[in-house]
């Protein structure tokens, strides 16, 4: 049973020292080292980090790019604020309004009643349900639209980017429905709970990083199992799977629906940490930085690809409060660089050149014992996050 | 036309156009039950599309396939596939990313739905199954290399296996000893004729020393209809065959 669960939800020895080492930094090296303000940073990387795993299911493994996973990202975003929403806006704190009760951007845009898919979201139960089934649903009606008249590649990725760019007109024109351009905001109680204070920002911090090790061990457990097989079989000779009595489609429909899922829950994790959620988070843009997180990660990587995430958002928010205008061409840039000469991301990187070096770590502890201890440790602090990263982007 | 037989697969009529090209034009023909049938022509006879309409690549014009007395033109690919038809294209067509293992294993006839296969789990008959089709194919060294590391000839061998895995009652090969050295012929003709023992076999080949080294009974497509039929010899000493494809 514990063997079971060891080559199957963390990938073997290799892969559980992966997903320790991942779980040791984010659960406790994270919120040691950094103050409130920098660990609720990092928090909101994670949340992309969900929708880069998603893309390591779907992308890495079933070869199908999609650049539209900030679609679910905003889909589970949306659900939770919605929610967050209609708790924030009770009859008592919106009295001033001419409609009190419901959200103040309906009231500035004169709806005088709850539109009826807005009802709904006063259930934190459906509310739950929504953010897995919602984007599962749109998931579903998109993969069964595709898939099964085999549209895929590059069709396939421009059609998911359209349906962003939809979305994200949809949401910004329809202003009084949706909070418009400027989102959902001024979210503050969670079933009374209040999510805007340090306790809670930590608890929020802790459950969301929890839930990404979940996430992971669930996708380990589907790329193990004869479906994970499956897609790597389909994404090199798909009618071989096809005419071997495989139903292609239906294994497609399945990994783009649970990456969606996985987005989304990302995207939940976003409203309720960042307190907020707007169109800028599930347009074309968000999607295609969330492929380039799964891409210098390593696509085949489920660990490296929330390095990847982490990297470069610390490198966004240092580099682009350094030089604002000139982020968006090294992003770009390294992303080219990265397809070039390492497909397979910082995972790659690691698997061919440090795992050579793994005969090194019998001598290096001789080495390095000598040192004293305060040098170490406050090496340690320092390089832990960096280190790390390029380090332990391990199991492929 | 649709009648009950004893054939295995009864190919009545059938008939595909390309824009108005007949790539196989009214064409009647049928397979016994442990039959090897061995299936040649010059280029551009047909051959391929032929398969290819069996397997469910292609939708026939119009005409009808039987197998086991059930139509299979309306059928899509991996349904033919599961009634027991199993086909081997013409480039070797394997898993390369995946070990010899793996390539027999994803082949296997169990865990196709996609629940199916997220929770199926290995059985020692399986496993037998493997150890047993990797002796035929003479991959049992190699059951965890990288399938995209192997010779060109391990791979149509390969590929073979997996089909094996599917268990069919039909195997369709589409010029199985392509690429391959005079030794590795050899012993894909003492494969083949082991493998219909119990499974009917259609062979597509140009090889005409392989063919002899197999067959039983030749099929000779010229534009899309029969040209001649029968024993191997037979079919060698007729005139028109002579003619359009093997005098040269």
Redesign the interface.
């Known amino acids: 049973m514990m063997n079971f669960f060891i080559e199957r939800f963390l990938g073997g020895k290799q892969g559980a020292v992966a997903i320790a080492l991942l779980a040791l930094l984010i659960l406790v090296i994270f919120p040691l080292a950094l103050d409130l303000f920098r660990l609720n940073l990092v928090g909101k990387y994670l949340t992309f980090a969900f929708a880069a795993v998603g893309l390591v299911l779907l992308w890495g493994y079933g070869g199908i790019l999609s650049l539209g996973q900030g679609v679910f990202f905003g889909l589970g975003g949306y659900a939770m604020a919605m929610f967050l929403k209609l708790e924030a806006s009770d009859p008592q704190s919106t009295a001033i309004q001419t409609t009190p009760g419901i959200p103040d951007f309906m009231d500035w845009n004169r709806l005088y009643e709850l539109p009826w898919f807005w009802v709904p979201f006063e259930s934190f139960a459906f509310t739950l349900l929504a953010i897995l089934v919602l984007p599962a649903l749109f998931a579903y009606i998109i993969g069964v639209a595709m898939f099964k008249r085999r549209v895929g590649g590059v069709y396939f990725a421009i059609i998911t980017q359209v349906i962003a760019v939809i979305l994200t007109v949809l949401i910004v024109g329809q202003q009084g429905f949706t909070g418009g351009i400027n989102g959902i905001t001024d979210l503050r109680t969670l079933n009374g709970w209040d999510i805007r204070t340090d306790s809670a920002k930590y608890i929020l911090y802790f459950i969301n990083a929890l839930l990404l090790l979940a996430v992971i061990m669930i996708s380990r457990f589907?790329l193990t199992?004869?479906?994970g097989?499956?897609l790597?079989?389909m994404?090199?000779?798909e009618?071989?799977?096809?005419?071997?009595?495989?139903?292609?489609s239906?294994?497609k429909i399945?990994i783009f629906c649970l990456s969606a899922v996985i987005s989304a829950i990302g995207g939940a994790m976003f409203t309720l940490q960042v307190g907020f959620m707007s169109p800028s988070l599930l347009g074309v843009v968000p999607s295609i930085e969330m492929v380039i997180f799964a891409a210098v990660g390593g696509r085949m990587s489920l660990i490296g690809v929330v390095y990847g995430t982490l990297l470069i958002n610390f490198g966004k928010t240092g580099f682009s409060e350094t030089f604002p205008e000139l982020w968006l061409f090294f992003m770009g840039g390294l992303f080219i660089a990265v397809v070039m000469f390492f497909p397979n991301g910082l995972a790659g990187i690691y698997n061919k050149y440090v795992s050579k070096l793994a005969f090194l770590q019998r001598y290096l502890p001789a080495i390095k014992l000598p040192k004293s201890k305060a040098d170490t440790q406050s090496n340690a602090s320092s390089s832990a996050s960096t280190s790390d990263n390029a380090a332990e982007g391990a199991k492929s | 036309m649709s009648t009950n037989t004893d054939f295995l697969l009864a190919i009545e009529d059938l008939t595909v156009s390309f824009d108005g090209f007949k790539a196989v034009d009214s064409l009647t023909m049928y397979i016994d039950k442990n039959e090897l049938r061995v299936i040649i022509g010059p280029n551009g006879a047909g051959k391929t599309t032929l398969l290819d309409l069996i397997c469910g690549k292609t939708k026939a014009s119009s005409g009808s396939i039987q197998f086991k007395n059930q139509e299979i033109t309306k059928l899509v690919e991996h349904q033919i596939t599961r009634v027991g038809i199993g086909r081997k294209f013409q480039t070797p067509s394997i898993y390369e990313n995946l070990t010899v293992y793996q390539n027999l294993e994803v082949s296997y006839s169990e865990g196709r739905s996609v629940f199916g296969s997220l929770f199926f789990k290995s059985t020692p008959k399986l496993e037998a199954m493997i150890e047993e089709v990797a002796s035929d194919i003479q991959l049992t060294e190699f059951l965890e290399t990288q399938a995209g590391v192997l010779s060109h000839g391990q791979k149509q061998w390969l590929e073979i296996g997996m089909l094996l895995m599917q268990e069919p009652e039909l195997l369709m090969l589409d010029e199985p000893v392509a690429g391959m050295s005079a030794k590795e012929r050899d012993e894909t003709a003492e494969l083949l004729n082991r493998l219909c023992k119990n499974r009917s076999v259609i062979v597509i080949e140009h090889d005409m020393e392989f063919v002899k080294k197999i067959a039983r009974k030749v099929t000779v497509l010229h534009q899309g209809k029969i040209l001649a039929e029968g024993a191997m010899e037979k079919v060698q000493a007729d005139e028109k065959v002579i003619e359009v494809y093997l005098g040269h």
Request: glycine share 4%.
């Open positions: 589907v199992s004869k479906l097989r499956l790597l079989a994404k090199d000779k009618d071989r799977v096809r005419f071997s009595g495989y139903d292609v239906n294994f399945f």
